[in-house]
């Protein structure tokens, strides 16, 4: 079995096992427009090998049914048109039956393409963006559980020990400042190795000197400011910000819970007191901003985040941690083209470029993210009031601190 058949077995079984303890029920609901079904992620991810490799390159193609075609197309104008991302839960048809039958039927289309002739490399790499693809929507789909759970007054466990996200330990000893000096630096992948098309060019960049914090902001530090009324002074907010906890009633972070004298975390484990030692996650743009104003540092920029990856989790010089496997670290970066950038041509093209506006740029990886998807040149990004994802807080300052 070539490497890529044997990624493709074990990442399109891993989506299997990761709802293997929803229903049906589960699996059709939709808790707000960007969030989605997990019947659909299941299903646009095979739509995604179905459109992408066997339409193009099959032999006799014939699609599973045509009205997939436009019912799992996500956003990629140039396959057509699209079903109203909003109403993606009213979707009870196809069944989630149809749907496991439709990943088989396409997995079955998939092998033997992969197992019929030698793959160009073009193909073998369009095939891997597929596998990653399907990576970044395993953990969509379970921020989308998540947050479709927090809604019932069960407080559901989706937690699954086996297959399932991990609950991280918080690593010690205490945190520290670690600096950077100012001066040129390189960022961007570089070399061998799956990357997307927004991680390159690799490029110089200008880095002012500053310091990293060696930990992400704990529960504990975020209540402190919770209970200093972070949420009640716009001296700490951005104006859109401050509008931002108007609209939502925004008090603290979207899953925290004021239960008598106790707080409380809805968690993949159903509703938990808050564990103050663990990152806080599931905060906006905004809040990470707020938090940092009040805490006198700011957000790292994104280049500040790559090249502390590079020389303190790198080649033996120890310090930074929590980068990779508790939550995606906001930064003040805007997510932009990076200098020489050119997107794909094709509807594949669509997969990154045309976002680039009116979101900001998270790097690192969270306890959902699938082992070994990200990498320290991966951007990530959503906009600013986004706070459903695993997302939390990595401080910097400006100068060298002790
Ligand atoms: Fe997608």
Redesign the pocket.
């Known amino acids: 079995m070539t490497a890529l058949m044997a990624d493709y077995r074990t990442t399109r079984a891993r989506s299997m096992e990761w709802v293997a303890a929803l229903s049906a029920e589960d699996c059709c609901a939709q808790s707000m427009p960007d969030a989605s079904p997990a019947k659909w ?1 299941l299903a ?2 095979t739509w ?1 090998f179905e459109t992408f490799v066997l339409e193009a390159h099959e032999v006799g193609f014939q699609p599973f049914h045509p009205a997939l075609k436009v019912i799992f197309n ?2 990629y104008n140039q396959v057509g048109d699209k079903h109203p991302r909003a109403q993606r839960g009213l979707l009870t048809r196809p069944s989630l039956g149809e749907v496991k039958e439709y990943r088989a039927n396409v997995d079955a289309r998939m092998v033997r393409l992969m197992e019929s002739t030698q793959l160009p490399d073009a193909l073998q790499d369009l095939i891997a963006l597929g596998l990653h ?1 399907e990576q ?2 395993q953990e ?1 789909l379970i921020t989308d559980i998540k947050h479709l759970f927090s809604y019932s007054p069960l407080y559901p466990s989706y937690f699954t020990p086996v297959a399932g996200p991990t609950i991280q330990t918080p690593p010690r000893p205490a945190p520290t400042w670690l600096p950077l000096d100012a001066g040129v630096a390189q960022i961007g992948h570089a070399g061998d190795g799956f990357f997307f098309d927004n991680e390159r060019p690799h490029h110089s960049v200008f880095v002012q000197a500053c310091a990293l914090r060696s930990h992400l902001v704990s529960n504990a530090e975020y209540l402190a400011f919770v209970q200093d009324g972070g949420y009640a002074n716009p001296a700490h907010w951005l104006s859109e910000g401050w509008e931002w906890c108007r609209q939502h009633a925004r008090l603290a972070p979207l899953y925290w819970k004021q239960v008598a004298d106790t707080w409380m975390e809805f968690t993949l484990q159903g509703l938990q007191p808050l564990r103050l030692q663990d990152p806080v996650i599931h905060v906006s743009y905004f809040e990470a901003d707020a938090f940092a104003r009040w805490a006198g540092a700011r957000l790292p920029t994104e280049a500040e985040w790559e090249l502390g990856v590079s020389r303190y989790a790198e080649g033996g010089a120890q310090g930074l941690v929590q980068l990779f496997d508790a939550a995606w670290q906001w930064t003040q970066s805007s997510y932009a083209a990076y200098p020489g950038f050119r997107p794909a041509t094709g509807a594949v093209g669509e ?1 990154n470029g045309k976002f680039m506006v009116n979101q900001y740029v998270l790097r690192g990886g969270s306890s959902a993210t699938p082992a070994g998807h990200s990498r320290k040149t991966y951007r990530n990004f959503f906009p600013a009031g986004a706070c459903w994802q695993f997302s939390g807080i990595r401080l910097a300052r400006d100068g060298v601190c002790a």
């Open positions: 992620h646009h991810t995604f996500s956003y693809h970044q929507h969509l997969y």
